[in-house]
């Protein structure tokens, strides 16, 4: 909607606009700094705004410019959750404006945050919310800005894969070669060795295994050690438990056998890693041993 359409709803003369806070029909308490003369945000819209919300007491609940870098807020404009709240204060921006709203705190914790008020507020009290507009993008843009950074990736991380799983197969061959290691090597990529061939039976899906292990990466960094632990993993294989590598490369085993598994990061943590010891790309190393199979 244009700015000056709202000001006429509400019943405001433009000279006073800018002076002290006003009320919308609904309560909504606003007042502007700085005011662009533009079409303003709508339903579906999503603006890209920094906000700092904070008690009349001046307890800070939000500050964008403090969080994630001082990065700007994707904010959607939705459907007001209650009588003048945050949703229909944005829909009164445009493009460049920075204004100040006072809002119900009982209601904005319980329909908007949805959490108890915290201890440094007041029941009955007002949020002051200053914000500052600096974008609007429409609901179409938005998801098409969507689909094209997703296409965007996925042609990068397709790329990202290929390099990868080659430079990764070099360095899997190379662990072998140094530790003078033969290796099996399945069609999914996944290299085992068999240091101990069991002589119970073989693994099957659905069956529930007691196991001995040590998870490492391969430059012997060990991640994981069931060791020196009394109580042994136990799970059961097909069900989504262990990473696909693993559950594949156990399919080869017997009740008894020991084996040396080296799992490529596709059929591993992948792209993603896993915490600060498992980073994007890397093939990890299990020695594992099946005490029994149920």
């Known amino acids: 909607m244009n700015k000056l359409i709202i000001l006429l709803l509400v019943g405001l003369s433009y000279g006073a606009y800018a002076q002290e806070y006003r009320q919308t029909e609904t309560g909504?308490?606003?007042?502007?700094?700085h005011d662009e003369q533009g079409v303003?945000?709508?339903?579906?819209?999503?603006?890209?705004l920094h906000m700092i919300i904070k008690g009349e007491n001046g307890y800070e609940v939000k500050n964008s410019y403090k969080e994630k870098g001082g990065k700007q807020i994707l904010f959607p404009v939705k459907v007001s959750a209650h009588e003048a709240d945050l949703y229909e204060?944005?829909?009164?921006?445009?493009?460049?404006?920075?204004?100040?709203?006072?809002?119900?705190?009982?209601?904005?914790?319980?329909?908007?945050?949805?959490?108890?008020?915290?201890?440094?507020?007041?029941?009955?009290?007002?949020?002051l919310v200053n914000v500052k507009c600096f974008?609007?993008?429409?609901?179409q843009a938005h998801y098409d800005k969507l689909v094209e950074k997703n296409k965007q990736e996925t042609v990068k991380r397709k790329t990202e894969i290929i390099v990868n799983k080659k430079r990764e197969s070099e360095e899997i061959e190379s662990y072998f070669k140094r530790n003078e290691f033969i290796a099996n090597k399945t069609a999914s990529g996944i290299y085992y060795m068999h240091k101990k061939i069991g002589k119970g039976r073989l693994v099957q899906k659905g069956n529930s295994l007691l196991v001995d292990f040590e998870m490492k990466r391969l430059d012997g960094f060990v991640l994981e050690s069931s060791y020196k632990d009394?109580?042994?993993?136990?799970?059961?294989?097909?069900?989504?438990?262990?990473?696909?590598?693993?559950?594949?490369?156990?399919?080869?085993?017997?009740d008894g056998g020991y084996?040396?598994?080296?799992?490529?990061?596709?059929?591993?943590?992948?792209?993603?890693?896993?915490?600060?010891?498992?980073?994007?790309?890397t093939p990890i190393v299990f020695e594992l041993g099946i005490l029994s199979v149920r």
Request: proline fraction near 7%; hydrophobic fraction near 40%.
């Open 40 to 48: 303003t945000a709508k339903l579906g819209d999503f603006l890209s």
């Open 28 to 33: 909504l308490e606003f007042k502007f700094y």
């Open 89 to 127: 204060a944005v829909k009164m921006l445009s493009i460049g404006d920075s204004a100040t709203f006072r809002i119900s705190t009982d209601s904005m914790y319980a329909k908007i945050f949805k959490k108890p008020i915290p201890s440094g507020l007041s029941a009955g009290s007002k949020l």
């Open 230 to 254: 009394s109580e042994k993993p136990f799970f059961t294989v097909g069900n989504g438990e262990i990473i696909p590598g693993l559950e594949e490369a156990i399919l080869l085993m017997r």
């Open 259 to 281: 084996s040396l598994i080296v799992i490529p990061s596709y059929l591993a943590y992948g792209f993603k890693g896993k915490g600060e010891k498992i980073p994007p790309y």
């Open 135 to 139: 974008s609007i993008t429409t609901q």
